[in-house]
């Protein structure tokens, strides 16, 4: 991760909100799955693309939480101050939205894992039929790639394709997006030709990303608010295991996320309590679906066979 992360007490975190008061020419509040979250920058750029990406949410509700993103010349590139108390990040010289996107989410997410029991997941949800289909891993391992070579299936509907919040409900674990949009990579198209017209009519960022309205190319019909949630399945790019495709048992999934930090490099507050709070919620989500292992250094098309099959027993294609 690029950006570093301060926890600040709430004092400190009044004394930087006086500091940036001035900067916040832009104030938009959205809704990240029920929070109000409240953007306040001095960037239209980030107040446009904020807009793009979340839900608006009405001005006279109170916010749950805040985001200041502001310049400060004096200071180096990419610093997060968070005040857990109040749920306030001041995110100084980002110039990268999707960590910003990220970021906002994380806020929710505090405030939902500490009030309501509801956690993050930094990965694409999917739906079957009203089966829920997980894809985590690290960057690097394909789960953008596979995600969007998922959906060329007519059958196959999204949540999510990066981040999404989830409850354990008796036997169940529902799965929950809350973007208004998504968010590709410049080089999708040269991946899966079936998103050429779109990346052709994206505006893509510095970094190569732009958010789109993935309605445009498969239809309203196929973005879903919710699912139930079946199969996780864990990416990873490793040449030395010759092994593609591995079922783990609950206690193999669990080491392997709490070893990556649950591949969510965006969590805000990582203490003993919050620790003992994900590891109880992944842990009962674990006993209610299965889980797989898949390592993608095969080429895109032959690593997406084996997720489709893990999908789609007998009928892959």
């Known amino acids: 991760m690029s950006y ?11 004394e930087l909100a006086d500091r940036f008061r001035a900067q916040a020419l832009y104030e938009v509040k959205s809704e990240v799955y029920g929070c109000c979250i409240k953007l306040l920058t001095g960037t239209q750029s980030v107040a446009t693309r904020w807009g793009q990406s979340f839900y608006f949410m009405s001005q006279n509700i109170r916010s749950h939480g805040r985001l200041y993103v502001v310049n400060v010349p004096a200071e180096e590139k990419n610093q997060v101050c968070y005040d857990p108390q109040s749920k306030t990040a001041f995110l ?9 996107k990220s970021l906002a989410l994380s806020v929710a997410g505090d405030v939902l894992e500490d009030e309501h029991d509801i956690y993050s997941l930094h990965g694409a949800c999917l739906d079957v039929n009203g089966q829920g289909v997980c894809i985590l891993g690290e960057p690097g391992a394909g789960k953008t790639t596979h995600t969007y070579g998922l959906l060329r299936r007519p059958d196959v509907r999204v949540v999510s394709d990066d981040w999404f919040f989830a409850r354990v409900y008796g036997p169940d674990i529902l799965a929950y997006g809350s973007e208004k949009n998504f968010y590709i990579r410049a080089d999708l ?13 994206a505006e893509f960022d510095g970094e190569g990303r732009a958010v ?8 309203k019909g196929r973005i879903l608010p919710l699912t139930t949630l ?23 999934a669990l080491s392997i996320l709490e070893r990556h930090d649950y591949f969510n ?7 003993p ?14 006993e209610r679906i299965t889980a797989y292992e898949v390592n993608t250094t095969e080429q895109p098309e032959q690593s997406q066979m084996r997720i489709r099959e893990i999908i789609f027993p007998g009928n892959a294609l």
């Open 4 to 14: 570093v992360i301060k926890l600040v007490p709430i004092r400190r975190k009044e």
């Open 92 to 100: 100084l010289n980002f110039d990268y939205y999707g960590w910003i």
């Open 189 to 201: 198209a040269k991946i899966w030709s079936e998103f050429d017209w779109l990346v052709e009519r």
């Open 212 to 219: 789109v309205d993935l309605r445009l190319v498969i239809g």
């Open 230 to 252: 079946k199969k996780l399945i864990i990416l990873k790019r490793d040449a030395g295991d010759p092994e593609f495709v591995r079922e783990l048992t609950a206690a193999q």
């Open 265 to 271: 490099p965006h969590l805000l507050v990582s203490t």
């Open 273 to 286: 309590f919050k620790r003992r709070l994900r590891k109880a919620f992944f842990g009962a989500l674990l």
